[in-house]
């Protein structure tokens, strides 16, 4: 299917486990962002990638990950989950002709025990 | 650096009454301006936005936003909701000619949540 997509949408892991989560898209976008959104906070920026290989943090970095060896893909690990990481994340891209305006994923729960 | 207010986390109402949910952003630099919405358990998805040219934004949903560029403001409103507009919503702003090392980050308000009752 075209468009933006997350998996697993529901995720439950434990404390210190690594996780990874996926985002895919099919527009060919170079930008690619993760937000994750808490209540009371908004959406906070994660990571964000100008291009495949190309990436830099964002408001709220500590204890995530991110890759980006294809243009269309942009995991986000985190490397020893914490309860604190306990939120929704949201992935989103926009391309080069129109930068500013970005297509969010639908989500996903993760769940830190 | 940018940021955004968004002075209601809840605005409940009616069915077909008015509502304006309110947004004001500060900024060193001219800005673009957004809304997106959030359905339940659903992904966010652009509402309108604000780039240039006439200061009232219109949705295909009946929703409008004025830019107000002395009050630094961009609120949106309806002026009759239904039950299928509960949601909730949030604005953004984005410098479009980021420099340096920057680059194109939304900045969002921490969301109103819009409930219409029967």
């Known amino acids: 299917d075209a468009g933006i997509t997350q998996s697993p949408r529901y995720k439950i892991t434990e404390t210190g486990r690594q996780v990874t989560l996926m985002c895919h898209q099919t527009w060919s976008h170079s930008y690619m962002f993760w937000y994750r959104q808490d209540l009371g906070h908004g959406l906070r920026l994660i990571y964000y990638?100008?291009?495949?290989?190309?990436?830099d943090k964002g408001e709220v970095p500590d204890g995530y990950v991110v890759s980006r060896s294809k243009t269309e893909n942009f995991p986000l690990t985190l490397e020893s989950a914490t309860r604190s990481q306990t939120s929704v994340y949201f992935c989103a891209s926009s391309g080069d002709r129109v930068p500013y305006e970005q297509y969010f994923g639908p989500g996903t729960r993760l769940t830190v025990t | 650096a940018q940021s955004v207010t968004q002075l209601d986390s809840q605005v409940p109402v009616f069915e077909e009454a008015p509502v304006e949910l309110r947004c004001n952003y500060s900024?060193?630099?001219?800005?673009?301006l957004f809304w997106y919405v959030q359905y339940p358990n659903q992904g966010l998805q652009l509402l309108l936005k604000y780039l240039s040219g006439s200061t009232l934004v219109e949705s295909i949903n009946g929703f409008e936003a004025e830019f107000n560029k002395s009050q630094t403001s961009f609120h949106l409103r309806k002026p009759s909701v239904h039950i299928s507009d509960t949601a909730e919503y949030f604005c953004?702003?984005?410098?479009?000619?980021?420099?340096?090392?920057?680059?194109?980050?939304?900045?969002f308000g921490k969301g109103t949540l819009l409930t219409v009752n029967p």
């Open positions: 953004a702003v984005i410098n479009p000619f980021p420099s340096g090392g920057s680059n194109y980050k939304l900045t």
């Open positions: 990638s100008a291009a495949a290989d190309i990436t």
């Open positions: 900024s060193s630099v001219s800005v673009y």
